[in-house]
Nanobody, 115 residues
Framework: VQLQASGGGLVQAGGSLRVSCAASGISFKIFTMGWYRQAPGKQREWVARLSPGGSTDYQDSVKGRFTISRDNAKTTVFLQMNSLEPDDTGVYYC??????????WGQGTQVTVSS
């Protein structure tokens, strides 16, 4: 299983960024996909998840600003991040699994939001 994240970068506060994760080696359509992040000096935290049926869940701090979506034909999951804040800075990790517990983790992509 490979989860290849991309799209991170440096953006000013208030800006937008979209990170992507290309999955291979799994039956993409049947798994819940999600994103976690880890800020410097902090524990890794869950950000968003998207079920095979299309249900979404978000951490309270990103609700209304972030949108998770998936393209099953391209076996890719996206995280659109709007109105970014400095506290959104961190390494973003793509995950896949059944239900709420990830079974596979990708390498991270760095997102830095400057104030």
């Amino acid at each position: 299983v490979q989860l290849q994240a991309s799209g991170g970068g440096l953006v000013q506060a208030g800006g937008s960024l979209r990170v992507s994760c290309a999955a291979s080696g799994i039956s993409f359509k049947i798994f819940t996909m999600g994103w976690y992040r880890q800020a410097p000096g902090k524990q890794r935290e869950w950000v968003a998840r998207l079920s095979p049926g299309g249900s979404t869940d978000y951490q309270d701090s990103v609700k209304g600003r972030f949108t998770i979506s998936r393209d099953n034909a391209k076996t890719t999951v996206f995280l659109q991040m709007n109105s970014l804040e400095p506290d959104d800075t961190g390494v973003y990790y793509c995950v896949a699994g059944v239900g709420i517990n990830p079974s596979w983790w990708g390498q991270g992509t760095q997102v830095t939001v400057s104030s």
